[in-house]
């Protein structure tokens, strides 16, 4: 009988003891790790820091608070790089063309920034753009039409700009060059807008001799008598600047 009381004794006893816990619940709260599936991942994602970042879209590029949508056009790839030039956006044209392209923009330095489209031609794996700006200055931008709406498809920059003769004859020679490539612009810088005005209709010459006296120049169209001669006044002043061709006409 002596085995009962030991037993009682023995209950009693842890009885006793819980009681001296208080029966606190712990105050460590229970560790709970949740997991979020493809469908449920957010697009923007909290940093360390507590800041949330968010992903550019592809095509887009985010700079200065705001996104920049990449062109996928040649037209409109061309004209992002010329804003660009023309802003000193350094990062801009580092997103839209190569180390070679860019490098080759700022050697150029920083022209007339008015530009005026004048066509896209595409051709096999590339395209070539061409503007002209308020001066006459002509620039031939190259993409790669793949690249089209990503990074770096801009791979040339050839700008050929306006230049302004101190000679009278080699002076009228490049208002003749302007005609013949249509570049209206370089014209009217050459010249003024009466001596574009007298030349309206006529027919540019493709070849012809030149003979200079005083403040004239004489554009003798070859073969003989294959057209008229062109008489152009120039303004000696002015040669090695701009608006040197004062007046032009036939005859």
């Not at 590029?61 to 350094?90: D, E, R, V």
């Not at 490098?103 to 022209?111: A, E, H, T």
């Not at 595409?122 to 793949?146: I, K, M, Q, Y």
């Amino acid at each position: 009988m002596t085995g009962l009381p030991l037993r009682l004794a023995a209950v009693l006893a842890a009885l006793a003891l819980a009681g001296c816990s208080g029966g606190t619940p712990s105050s460590q709260a229970p560790s709970v790790t949740t997991t979020v599936g493809p469908s449920d991942s957010p697009s923007a994602t909290e940093s360390p820091s507590g800041a949330t970042t968010t992903t550019p879209t592809p095509g887009s590029s985010k700079t200065g608070g705001s996104t920049f949508t990449i062109p996928t056009t040649a037209k409109g790839y061309a004209q992002a790089l010329l804003s660009a030039w023309g802003n000193k956006n350094s990062s801009r044209l580092d997103l839209l063309a190569n180390q070679a392209t860019v490098q080759q923009i700022k050697d150029n330095g920083y022209p007339n920034a008015d530009w005026t489209y004048i066509d896209c031609t595409a051709s096999g794996e590339t395209s070539e753009c061409v503007f002209r700006n308020a001066h006459g200055d002509e620039v031939l931008v190259s993409l790669v039409n793949t690249q089209l709406g990503h990074p770096t498809a801009a791979t040339q920059a050839l700008l050929s700009r306006t230049t302004y003769p101190s000679d009278a004859g080699a002076y009228v020679g490049a208002f003749l060059s302007a005609w013949q490539n249509g570049n209206q612009q370089r014209m009217a810088r050459l010249g003024s807008s009466s001596v574009t005005s007298a030349l309206k209709g006529k027919t540019v010459p493709s070849g012809y001799t030149t003979s200079v006296s005083g403040s004239t120049v004489r554009i003798e169209q070859l073969p003989a008598g294959a057209g008229p001669t062109f008489v152009f006044t120039v303004v000696s002043g002015n040669l090695g600047k701009a608006h040197a061709i004062s007046a032009a006409g036939v005859s």
